[in-house]
T-cell receptor, first 111, second 115 residues
Framework: GEDVEQSLFLSVREGDSSVINCTYTDSSSTYLYWYKQEPGAGLQLLTYIFSNMDMKQDQRLTVLLNKKDKHLSLRIADTQTGDSAIYFCAEIPPRDYKLSFGAGTTVTVRA | DTEVTQTPKHLVMGMTNKKSLKCEQHMGHRAMYWYKQKAKKPPELMFVYSYEKLSINESVPSRFSPECPNSSLLNLHLHALQPEDSALYLC??????????????FGPGTRLLVL
């Protein structure tokens, strides 16, 4: 995960929006991903964005990509207790197998 | 359907035991992966199989032995493990008819404890 950086913790009140940030270094990356991992579970693919896009929206999730600054963010609207999890940002170069993960952001939703 | 299944869910083994982890996908994916994940850390890639051939081995100790019997199945054979090998072992798959070939879909993992 040296090439992908994330803040480690985020605490958010139920009903508020959460914003998780990520920076990456590999300019050849084609796809950037957000995975969610709940306690004791595997990684669930939440969403991905192609590197020539600026934004992608999927229900409560909005992904923003600033390619110039190599900055990726995930916004979760109306955060619920079920959103408490670790969120991993990941990147992959084209036609490659090796996902580079960030360290993961632990999101805690408080009532 | 984007499901990868793994068995067993939990495994406890002694350092002299031999055991196997199993992974299965029916999405027509042509690449399958084994990852090791320690608590609160990102997954670390161990092996990649592409079209049933081992294409990446990330310098994993020989006490871990992968096997790909067919395009839907991936096994990880374990022998003479050490306590530090205790971790969550994740299987993933990608490719085939997926919209984005590189996108990896993960299974629920096998939580391994080595005593």
């Amino acid at each position: 995960g040296e090439d992908v950086e994330q803040s480690l913790f985020l605490s958010v009140r139920e009903g508020d929006s959460s914003v998780i940030n990520c920076t990456y270094t590999d300019s050849s990356s084609t796809y950037l991903y957000w995975y969610k991992q709940e306690p004791g579970a595997g990684l669930q693919l939440l969403t991905y964005i192609f590197s020539n896009m600026d934004m992608k929206q999927d229900q409560r999730l909005t992904v923003l990509l600033n390619k110039k600054d190599k900055h990726l963010s995930l916004r979760i609207a109306d955060t619920q207790t079920g959103d408490s999890a670790i969120y991993f940002c990941a990147e992959i170069p084209p036609r490659d197998y090796k996902l580079s993960f960030g360290a993961g952001t632990t999101v805690t939703v408080r009532a | 359907d984007t499901e990868v299944t793994q068995t067993p869910k939990h495994l406890v083994m002694g350092m002299t035991n031999k055991k196997s982890l199993k992974c299965e996908q029916h999405m027509g994916h042509r690449a399958m992966y084994w990852y090791k994940q320690k608590a609160k850390k990102p997954p670390e890639l161990m092996f990649v199989y592409s079209y049933e051939k081992l294409s990446i081995n990330e310098s994993v100790p020989s006490r871990f032995s992968p096997e790909c019997p067919n395009s839907s199945l991936l096994n990880l054979h374990l022998h003479a493990l050490q306590p530090e090998d205790s971790a969550l072992y994740l299987c993933a798959s990608s490719g085939g008819s997926a919209e984005v070939q590189e996108t990896q879909y993960f299974g629920p993992g096998t939580r391994l404890l080595v005593l």
